[in-house]
């Protein structure tokens, strides 16, 4: 079965500064990842995936992320950083049986 | 393109009692999940449909939980009787294809059972 790792629960970060949030996968075949963000109150919005081609993944809001398969990691960019970036952002492996599985997702504040 | 609807939003419930929780998922998706989110953890798959037979529930509690998608659109998902740890938001999302696609995600219901 797969799992997911986000080493980080909490980040803060200041308004206009880079950031990047952490993913480790453990998965035993080419996996299917994802990055989600949720806002208070909200569902998840998917901010960027990776299926198959090129390992830097370009994203919504100006995010991106970077597969690395020797590293086992999906890590998520951005840099520069606006305060409605504030929410959870929730990191997901997908397996060749279609189940999704999240890590426990990374609080980031914005400090002004 | 309307999104993937949820309701109650909010639902406050007692220990024993029971509770429905109902999923319109995004026109013409074929496959819809639900997921249990407890508070601090991600979002865990409880059951999945593909139209309207059920894919995979290996993680649903099915001595307390069911779930149905009647004619392969809208599901509703039950609990009957609640536990404390029950107390979760639960997710709709959908998708077009069962495969490796992208999953759109309700607002969610937040149910507190006291």
């Known amino acids: 079965a797969q799992s997911v790792t986000q080493p980080d629960i909490h980040i803060t970060v200041s308004e206009g500064a880079s950031l990047e949030l952490r993913c480790n996968y453990s998965?035993?075949?080419?996996?299917?990842l994802f990055w989600y963000v949720q806002s208070p109150g909200q569902g998840l919005q998917l901010l960027l995936k990776?299926?198959?081609?090129?390992?830097l993944v370009q994203g919504i809001k100006g995010f991106e992320a970077e597969f690395k398969r020797s590293q086992s990691s999906f890590n998520l960019r951005k840099p520069s950083v606006h305060w409605s970036d504030a929410a959870e952002y929730f990191c997901?492996?997908?397996?060749?049986?279609?189940?999704?599985?999240f890590g426990a997702g990374t609080t980031v504040t914005v400090r002004a | 393109e309307a999104g993937v609807a949820q309701s109650p939003r909010y639902k406050i419930i007692e220990k024993r009692q029971s509770v429905a929780f109902w999923c319109n998922p995004i026109s013409g998706h074929a496959t819809l999940y639900w997921y249990q989110q407890i508070l601090g953890q991600g979002p865990k798959l409880l059951i999945q449909f593909q139209n309207n037979g059920v894919v995979d529930d290996s993680q649903l509690p099915k001595d307390r939980f069911s779930a149905e998608r009647l004619k392969g659109v809208d599901s509703t998902l039950k609990i009957q009787p609640a536990k404390l740890e029950d107390s979760a938001v639960y997710l709709c999302?959908?998708?077009?294809?069962?495969?490796?696609?992208?999953?759109?995600f309700g607002p969610g219901t937040r149910l507190t059972v006291l």
């Open positions: 997901a492996v997908g397996s060749n049986d279609y189940k999704l599985s």
């Open positions: 998965y035993g075949a080419t996996p299917y």
């Open positions: 990776y299926f198959s081609g090129d390992t």
């Open positions: 999302a959908s998708s077009f294809n069962r495969g490796p696609d992208t999953q759109y």
